[in-house]
């Protein structure tokens, strides 16, 4: 679901003010997940599609992922983190580890400030594996679900309560939906405010509830007010089923269909598969989502219903009867097992969906299928995170050689498909059949009359088939005749291995995707409808493409990237629609004659070694991909040019460009010196020079924003332009560098670590944005305020940090194994308004593996980190009631010895008991607790994300009984370099749901562990206790309420 959908106004009734609070949270620097909580029909993915309706525009890529706990049940997390990323980065993306490994695949990410919308999340690993965390800079990402704790777990960084509507928005709600109007007429308003109070408030309720009495007359809305009054408390399964029971019987078995089976499915798919099974089915889907049975979104191309009213429709079905093999559906494992196994199908039976996961060791009889003679769909499915890693044979094992499949067959999905062919059935009902990842060897068995004849002989024996998916059948050799298939829109083959022909396809006329994507074997351009749009042939045999290409001329995709392509046709110039063509990875030599339709052109890895396009050259031309090909002479003047990639091309001089290009990458190229003037880029805004060879650089562009000198063998600080935002020298032999606000008043960004750093002078007092990373050194620097994030990792030659400013938010000094001082400037220079807005609610401190640290800046680093705890819990006191999201405080740094002083309370062990203090105030007072410990991080590597979690209960003076707490942390720092830890490290921790109003506690205990993460960076398991606590400390502090409604800023007492 990519967000295609918009909520019409009627949903959007009583939601604007929490609209804006939670506009007003995406708009906080330190805002990147968001999480939406609240019950089911209360309006999350509503809000959520409003908010990403409304701000997706400021983004480069945007994802709307709908529905992902069921989603995940069918497609498996890899499946699906694969089909987010794929949108994001607009390439098919195949990553099947736990983890996103790839450093490709994260540099990409990096780059793009993305908006993503994950829809009813349930468990918080789930967020990690999705990769947000490396989404590029200013990224957000919305997060719904039921479960608040899936949420902190997850680390979002704020979080908004979905509250329910009150009265008068319930009743403006309901009244949209049963008058079209705001305000109930004035003759119902009575019944209204009933049925108002039937609903409870949900908004779920009150739109089926309001669609089901819109036109109706007063004795009808009297009569269900009196159907509602027979249950002692109508609950909104009540209201629910109410509505059900009102449709007609076409309408409830599409009802039953869809819940059941086509969720979440393309609603004109879905069309064209109930059509076949119904009459009338169109204006039924139409006649449910008027009826708010269906999520209005399917108007843009799904099928969409709430969770309630999917668990309605399963639960009618059950109540069938109490034999599985005498119900009209089956989805369960369990019931399908049992009636597939011993035979028990009957007639009743319309359809039957299996994870066939949930089985194992399935055995199937030749007639199995026999007594099912009304069977309209099959759709046995392996979640996408089995695939690859189950074979069939464990799923459906030693089976007969066979099965005589039913002629009502509507729709039949059998992933693993264990038989050679389809056999003993006519396929003139059929309009989907998927059997990716099969055994078939051929659709059809010759020897099979009664099917072969019937698809030979009658050219209307496959007019209703829509799609044929046979990916990964890698024992398919040839797709038969599809004479009669005049409907056919979909035909899939991927990784069909062994197939080495294709029928003509010219007669197909509603062909629209052809999948022919590492078909290796085959050698020749299939014959397709001139009115094909997008033809994938990427990783086949194909060697030329021919003369025949002029006739596609509704061609607007080409891809034959890693073919055998040597040869194009110079009549691909006579096509007039084809923007976006890729030859990659193909072994020719010359440029390829473009048509000047053309927008997009990739010939990266080619072997061709001079590009010359003139002023004369007719083209549209915007985006040139050259990178790693063997290109030496570049000369192009088309000022249509906006985009072009040269990277790790052999080229030694700076290539001759035009000049209205925007973005140039010469990464890892052969040129020495750059000296570009006012006049000659002058649309030019991204420069990436990286790993090149440039040793002096002298830049006066003024439209420059991005400047990448990372690892270039530099060692002065280049001439740079004033309008630089983005400068990246990590890498680089620089020694010393001088900034000042004259020369950079506009930088947003610098990325400087650099192991060779001996002096970086800094006079920049406030730079444009907050958001700076800063290589510090030898020599002391005063900071401003205003700069919160300090990056300098892996600076070797770093040995002070001086007079940092003490609320510095984000400190990451991992891998600066020469740092031996670190310090603070006095904990009241910067004193900030815990109320302030721009003040932030989490801090990190990160320097691991710095070994060289004295204990002078040891005992500074626990008392930072201590101050800012304080402040975070008087935060936390002033806005308790408002407090959206977690609140966190993590600090690690290398040593094996808690401090006695600021953690009074230790054991040599992963637990300890403590005694609270009595509290002898007249007042109310908080707890606030601070966690230190001491962890053996030596077998662990820094990509692997572990959660230290803590497990506490206060017991109360009175006897009155004890309460349960549970907090967590996640580790994970972003660091492209290679490493791991070193030792024992000391981390001091703090979270939101560590202060706790004191009930006359006296005693708390604490229990501290690790969860260890499933995988390590090589994809291997990781044993049981992998890393664990060895010490721990608790540091208590008492904080006092303050009675006056005034907020007063009043730091905890400590103890």
Not at 565 to 589: A, G, T
Not at 768 to 774: A, D, F, K, L, M
Request: with cysteine; glycine share 4%; aromatic share 8%.
């Amino acid at each position: 679901m990519s967000g295609k959908f918009k909520s019409t106004s009627a949903e959007l009734v009583g939601i604007d003010d929490q609209k804006q609070t939670i506009l007003r949270l995406i708009e906080q620097e330190d805002s990147r997940l968001i999480g939406l909580w609240g019950q089911g029909g209360i309006g999350k993915t509503t809000l959520s599609d409003v908010i990403y309706n409304e701000i997706s525009h400021n983004f480069e890529n945007t994802y709307f992922l709908l529905n992902v706990r069921e989603k995940l049940k069918k497609q498996g997390m890899e499946s699906l983190r694969n089909q987010l990323l794929s949108e994001l980065l607009n390439q098919a993306i195949h990553v099947d580890t736990p983890s996103i490994g790839s450093t490709l695949i994260q540099e990409r990410l990096n780059n793009k400030r993305v908006l993503v919308v994950l829809d009813d999340v349930n468990d918080s690993d789930q967020i990690d594996c999705f990769g947000v965390k490396h989404f590029g800079d200013g990224s957000k990402i919305i997060v719904t679900s039921r479960d608040r704790q899936v949420l902190k777990n997850g680390g979002v960084d704020k979080i908004h309560e979905v509250k329910k509507l009150n009265d008068n928005d319930s009743l403006q709600l309901f009244s949209t939906f049963a008058f079209k109007q705001l305000n109930p007429a004035a003759d119902f308003r009575d019944l209204s405010n009933k049925f108002v109070e039937y609903a409870q408030r949900s908004p779920l309720a009150l739109r089926v509830l309001g669609s089901k009495l819109y036109k109706k007359s007063r004795t009808e809305w009297e009569s269900e007010v009196d159907k509602l009054k027979e249950y002692d408390q109508p609950k909104i399964s009540h209201i629910l089923r109410s509505s059900y029971d009102d449709l007609d019987e076409v309408e409830k078995n599409i009802f039953l269909d869809i819940a059941i089976f086509f969720k979440g499915t393309l609603k004109k798919d879905v069309e064209e598969i109930l059509s076949c099974c119904y009459k009338g089915a169109v204006c039924g889907i139409s006649n449910l989502i008027d009826k708010c049975l269906l999520d209005n979104t399917s108007y843009n191309g799904w099928i969409c219903m709430h969770d309630m009213l999917e668990e309605m429709g399963k639960d009618i079905v059950r109540k069938e009867s109490i034999d599985p093999g005498k119900r009209s559906r089956l989805w369960s494992a369990k019931d399908v097992y049992q009636v597939l196994k011993y035979n028990k199908g009957i007639n009743l039976i319309q359809g039957i969906k299996l994870d066939m996961s949930q089985i194992d060791n399935l055995q199937l009889h030749h007639s199995i299928f026999e007594g099912m003679i009304n069977l309209r769909i099959i759709f046995f499915y392996t979640p996408g995170i089995f695939w690859g890693k189950c074979p069939a044979e464990k799923l459906l094992k030693d089976q007969v050689d066979s099965v005589s499949l039913p002629d009502e067959l509507r729709y039949l999905c059998w992933d693993y498909y264990p038989f050679k062919y389809l056999s003993g059935f006519n396929p003139k009902n059929l309009v989907v059949l998927k059997l990716a990842h099969g055994h078939i060897e051929r659709l059809w068995n010759d020897d099979d009359h009664q099917v072969y004849s019937f698809v030979l002989s009658s050219s209307k024996s496959l007019v209703n088939l829509r799609e044929i998916d046979v990916a990964g059948c890698k024992k398919l050799r040839k797709i038969p005749s599809l004479l009669g298939a005049i409907n056919l829109e979909i035909l899939e083959c991927r990784w069909c291995e062994s197939l080495v022909e294709l029928p003509c396809l010219n007669h197909l006329a509603s062909l629209k995707k052809l999948g022919l994507t590492g078909c290796n074997n085959l050698k020749t351009f299939p014959e397709v409808p001139k009115h094909f749009s997008i033809l994938e042939l990427d990783r086949t045999k194909i060697e030329e493409v021919p003369a025949s290409i002029e006739h596609l001329v509704g061609l607007r995709k080409l891809c034959l990237k890693n073919s055998n392509v040597n040869i194009v046709s110079s009549n691909i110039s006579k096509l007039e629609s084809l923007r976006d063509m890729d030859l990659s990875h193909c072994p020719m030599v010359e440029f390829p004659e473009i048509p000047r339709s053309l927008t997009d052109l990739n010939l990266s890895e080619t072997q061709i070694e001079e590009v010359c396009l003139s002023l004369a050259t007719p083209s549209n031309l915007q985006s040139l991909n050259m990178s790693g090909s063997r290109v030496k002479i570049v000369s192009i003047k088309m000022e249509s040019l906006r985009d072009l990639n040269l990277s790790h091309c052999p080229i030694v001089k700076f290539p001759e460009i035009p000049r209205s290009l925007a973005k140039l990458n010469l990464s890892g190229t052969q040129i020495e010196e750059v000296s570009l003037s006012l006049d000659s880029l002058f649309n030019l805004q991204t420069l990436d020079m990286s790993c090149s060879r440039v040793k002096s650089l002298s830049i006066k562009m003024e439209s420059l924003c991005d400047l990448n000198l990372s690892h270039c063998p530099m060692i002065e600080f280049p001439e740079i332009p004033r309008s630089l935002r983005e400068l990246n020298l990590s890498g680089t032999q620089i020694k010393e560098a001088n900034l000042s606000l004259d020369s950079l008043n506009n930088l947003q960004k610098l990325k400087m670590s650099c192991s060779s750093i001996q002096k970086l002078q800094c006079n920049i007092i406030m730079f444009g944005s907050r958001e700076i990373p800063i290589v510090d050194v030898s020599s002391p620097i005063l900071m401003s305020k205003s700069i919160y994030r300090l990056e300098m990792d892996h600076c070797e030659s770093l040995k002070l940090l001086s007079e940092l400013p003490p609320y510095i938010q984000y400190l990451d000094a991992h891998g600066c194994t020469s740092l031996e001082k670190v310090s603070f400037t006095d904990k009241n220079s910067y004193q900030l308004d815990p109320l302030d807005d721009d003040v932030v609610d989490w801090f990190y401190m990160l320097f691991c593996n710095c070994f060289s640290l004295n204990q002078d800046s040891i005992d500074n680093i626990e008392a930072n980190a201590i101050l800012k705890i304080g402040y975070l819990a008087e935060k936390l006191r002033l806005t308790w009631e408002d407090a959206f999201g977690p609140i966190i405080l993590f600090c690690c740094f290398p040593g094996n010895k808690i401090s006695a002083n600021k953690f009074e309370y230790q054991s040599m062990s992963s637990s300890l008991v403590l005694k609270i203090a009595p509290n002898e105030s007249s007042g109310s007072r908080s707890l606030v607790f601070s966690i230190c410990l001491v962890v053996d991080l030596t077998r662990c590597h820094h990509h692997e994300s572990l959660k230290f979690i803590c497990k506490y209960q206060l017991t109360t003076a009175s006897g009155g009984g004890n309460e349960k707490f549970t907090s967590e942390w996640s580790s994970f720092i972003e660091d492209e370099t290679e490493w791991k830890y070193m030792g024992d490290h000391v981390l001091i921790l703090f979270r939101e749901d560590m202060v706790k109003k004191d009930k006359d506690y006296e005693e708390a205990s604490f229990e501290f562990y690790i969860e260890n993460p499933k995988y390590n960076v090589e994809g291997e398991e990781i044993e049981e206790e992998y890393i664990k606590v060895e010490k721990c400390g608790v540091h208590v502090s008492y904080m006092d309420e303050e009675p006056s409604t005034t907020p007063q800023h009043k730091s905890p007492r400590h103890t």
